[in-house]
């Protein structure tokens, strides 16, 4: 049964710092996805990474995919109020996208 | 407007009576899915179709069905629904084969008491 773990799960984080969150899996997969979700509000797609080493870029966010550590990272660099919200990573282990496990997701608060 | 819509957004009912979600989307797209959300658990995927008249369990698909006999619509039935399945419902669709990521619907919050 494939896991998918986040870390951390909780972020309260000060505009202009940086920061990384963590997205382990337990099966090997090449593929994966980045979500965000306002409070109340549906997901969004952020990145999809679809190789190992795969690196995608937009705005304050990075999204990298490592599938030898099975560890895929979101870097926020000078973080800005607006991009509090919940992210979510997700595994494919389905025929192109079917599948998808979340993990728990990670509230991150940028406080002024 | 390219879209993914859900119905009803909000519902209370009490337990072992029918209901249905519903869902529709407008990119043509063969693939839907029906995920539920609940707090400290991310999204579970509760039933997926590839295509018309092909739909396979998700991870927790225990006391929910799906029908798809449209390519646009894919419903939830929750025949006898329990407090259990009291959570938000997120339908989502994408383009088959392309790898391309999900649009999701905004949510129905289903409250049963």
């Known amino acids: 049964e494939l896991k998918v773990e986040q870390n951390p799960l909780f972020l309260s984080m000060q505009e202009g710092k940086n920061y990384t969150i963590y997205c382990n899996y337990s099966t090997t997969s090449d593929r994966l996805y980045w979500y965000r979700q306002d409070p109340g509000k549906s997901l969004e797609s952020l990145f999809v990474?679809?190789?190992?080493?795969a690196v995608k870029q937009e705005g304050r966010l990075m999204a990298s995919l490592d599938t030898k550590a099975r560890l895929s990272t979101l870097h926020i660099t000078a973080a800005v109020h607006d991009l509090s919200a919940t992210y979510f990573c997700?595994?494919?282990?389905?025929?192109?996208?079917?599948?998808?496990?979340f993990g728990e997701g990670t509230q991150l608060t940028v406080n002024p | 407007e390219a879209q993914v819509t859900q119905n009803p957004r909000y519902l209370i009912t009490v337990t072992g009576k029918k209901l249905t979600v519903t869902c529709s989307q407008n990119m043509n797209h063969e693939y839907m899915s029906w995920y539920r959300q609940d707090p400290g658990l991310g999204l579970r995927q509760i039933y997926y179709?590839?295509?018309?008249?092909?739909?396979d369990k998700g991870d927790v698909p225990e006391g929910y069905k799906v029908s798809r006999k449209e390519k646009r619509n894919f419903p939830l039935i929750l025949e006898s629904p329990s407090p259990n399945q009291t959570s938000l419902y997120f339908c989502?669709?994408?383009?088959?084969?392309?790898?391309?990521?999900?649009?999701f619907g905004n949510g129905t919050r289903l409250t049963v008491t």
């Open positions: 997700a595994v494919d282990m389905g025929t192109s996208g079917s599948r998808l496990t």
């Open positions: 989502a669709s994408s383009l088959q084969g392309s790898f391309s990521p999900l649009h």
């Open positions: 179709s590839m295509n018309v008249e092909v739909t």
């Open positions: 990474l679809l190789s190992n080493g």
